[in-house]
């Protein structure tokens, strides 16, 4: 698993006890997981379908500096499966985990559609194979710094 994003918790991401509010957290992984399922599949048009239970494993605090981890778990038709992790990037404690966050391919019409990926793909397969044939394979369909600067950090990893 590769933990590209990190957080630094201020005090807007605090709930009353003074720890990590859940809800952030969990738009942080959403918004993690949803980038890390458009860079696989080449295509933005990905909805999140559904999430298993999350546990909320220990809590995160004004100051921490935490990081987010999503990996591919399966590869459907028109689907990928991903889990996720969010751990203290110093102690390496888990605070959070999803086993199954299920993202779904969609066509112009928003009905789902087939993606036809069927493994984790990396920036220097990627990239090499459109540089090598000029442009002739299929190209990712997102653009962007943010994106590519994820995809070569998960070639480094
Ligand atoms: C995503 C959506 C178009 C899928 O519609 P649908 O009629 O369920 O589509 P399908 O039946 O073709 O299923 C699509 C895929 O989702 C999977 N799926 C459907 N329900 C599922 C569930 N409860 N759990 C896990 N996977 C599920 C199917 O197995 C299928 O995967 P596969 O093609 O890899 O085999 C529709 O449910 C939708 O628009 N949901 C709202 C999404 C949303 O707004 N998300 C929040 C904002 S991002």
Known sequence: MNFHTRKWVKPEDLNPNGTLFGGSLLRWIDEEAAIYAISQLGN?????KFMSEINFV?????GDIIELGITATH?????????A????KITRKSILTV??????????????APHGRTQIRYADELFEAYRRDGGAVEAPKVSGDDLLEEAAE????
């Open 75 to 83: 590869f459907g038709r028109s689907s990928i499966t991903l889990r």
């Open 99 to 112: 086993e199954k966050m299920v993202f779904v391919n969609l066509n112009e019409q928003g009905e789902s």
């Open 58 to 62: 220990s809590s995160a605090r004004q």
């Open 154 to 157: 998960e070639a480094a990893h």
């Open 85 to 88: 992790e969010v751990r203290n």
């Open 44 to 48: 933005q048009r990905v909805v999140t």
